[in-house]
């Protein structure tokens, strides 16, 4: 079973390799970044921010799961911000689409959806775009089951209601029964 955690580690690792070889360099760091200095500009972070997953039956839990990983660039606001962030999105997208083992971890090529935003209100300006990479991994999340207490078995009476008191019991159990559970 391979965890958000683990996929995330995965995809920090490949971006970071075609961000260290720009010239210059991209600093590609994996987590979110609050306090951003104007020289760690232009920035790259990598964090996973959703997982879910839907059960698909069996005796052992297992489920399809989903992960969200995003990738947040950051540039300085200046003129051509815009161009200058959507060319290392791109750059990102490439390297992680055109990667064959990083597309045979996911049941299907992974949606993905970019969105500029502005921060005017850091202590350095800027702008950037976040890349939001929604993903099924190709392995199922299986969970062992832990064994815990045995129900042996469930005891039921049956307390039917008084005719002349509608909803009242009479508290004399009309019916009694022990369902026992088969022995293994």
Not at 19 to 35: K, L, M, S, T
Not at 109 to 120: N, Y
Not at 139 to 150: H, I, S
Not at 152 to 177: C, N, R, S, Y
Request: with cysteine; proline share 8%.
């Amino acid at each position: 079973m391979i965890t958000k955690q683990q996929h995330l580690i995965d995809c920090h690792a490949r971006l970071k390799a075609v961000f260290d070889a720009q010239v210059p360099p991209v600093r590609c760091d994996r987590n979110r970044a609050y306090e951003i200095a104007a020289e760690r500009l232009p920035l790259v972070t990598v964090y996973a921010t959703d997982e879910s997953a839907d059960q698909i039956g069996g005796e052992v839990p297992s489920f399809w799961h989903r992960v969200t990983l995003q990738v947040e660039i950051r540039v300085a606001l200046t003129d051509a911000w815009d161009a200058a962030a959507d060319a290392l999105a791109q750059t990102g997208l490439n390297a992680l689409y055109a990667d064959a083992a990083w597309l045979k971890r996911w049941k299907h090529p992974p949606g993905f959806r970019a969105r500029q935003f502005v921060d005017d209100r850091a202590a350095v300006p800027m702008g950037g775009v976040v890349l939001s990479i929604e993903a099924e991994p190709r392995a199922a999340l299986d969970f062992t089951l832990v064994p815990g207490t045995v129900i042996g078995g469930i005891d039921v009476d049956i307390d039917v209601a008084d005719p002349l008191k509608p909803g009242t019991p009479d508290g004399a159990p009309e019916a009694q029964m022990q369902l026992d559970t088969p022995p293994e």
